[in-house]
């Protein structure tokens, strides 16, 4: 997230483009498939908070239940937005898309250092504290 390290990710293109070639008879489990495939190629995070940890915690409590509906909406409120603002200001998306990529740069900088600030905090707690 830092940016320190570059992982090369298989490419998903060939997949994309045979779904999308087969999306034109109208299947809607080729709509959601590929739904699936980019959701997972624009933001792979949330795959890995959703399935790495939400899951879990879900199984975890009777009162998890509710966390992935929480999770839905808290991920889907941002996008929506978005696009409802996209959609009535398309004369200024260049400065639009700037602007969020200068946000997404920072932003993936601060979740960064809280999550080694957090992951330095269970490591004292864990195991140097009990030394």
Same mark, same amino acid.
């Given at each position: @997230?830092?940016?320190?390290?570059?992982?090369?990710?298989?490419?998903?293109?060939?997949?994309?483009?045979? @779904?999308?070639? *087969?999306? *034109?008879?109208?299947?809607?489990?080729?709509?959601?498939?590929?739904?699936?495939?980019?959701?997972?190629?624009?933001?792979?995070?949330?795959?890995?908070?959703?399935?790495? @940890?939400?899951?879990? @915690?879900?199984?975890?409590?009777?009162?998890?239940?509710?966390?992935?509906?929480?999770?839905?909406?808290?991920?889907?409120?941002?996008?929506?937005? /978005?696009?409802?603002?996209?959609?009535?200001? /398309?004369?200024?998306?260049? *400065?639009?898309?700037?602007?969020?990529?200068?946000?997404?740069?920072?932003?993936?900088?601060?979740?960064?250092?809280?999550? /080694?600030?957090?992951?330095?905090?269970?490591?004292?707690?864990?195991?140097?504290?009990?030394?």
């Amino acid at each position: @997230m830092l940016d320190v390290f570059k992982i090369n990710f298989p490419s998903f293109g060939k997949l994309t483009e045979k @779904m999308q070639r *087969n999306s *034109n008879k109208g299947s809607r489990l080729h709509a959601l498939l590929l739904g699936i495939v980019f959701a997972l190629a624009f933001c792979p995070y949330s795959g890995v908070l959703f399935f790495g @940890m939400l899951i879990p @915690m879900t199984i975890a409590s009777s009162s998890g239940l509710y966390l992935p509906v929480i999770f839905a909406l808290a991920t889907g409120l941002p996008v929506i937005i /978005i696009a409802y603002l996209l959609a009535f200001s /398309i004369s200024s998306i260049g *400065n639009f898309y700037k602007k969020m990529q200068t946000f997404q740069k920072w932003f993936n900088r601060l979740v960064s250092v809280i999550f /080694i600030l957090v992951g330095l905090y269970y490591v004292y707690i864990f195991y140097l504290k009990g030394l």
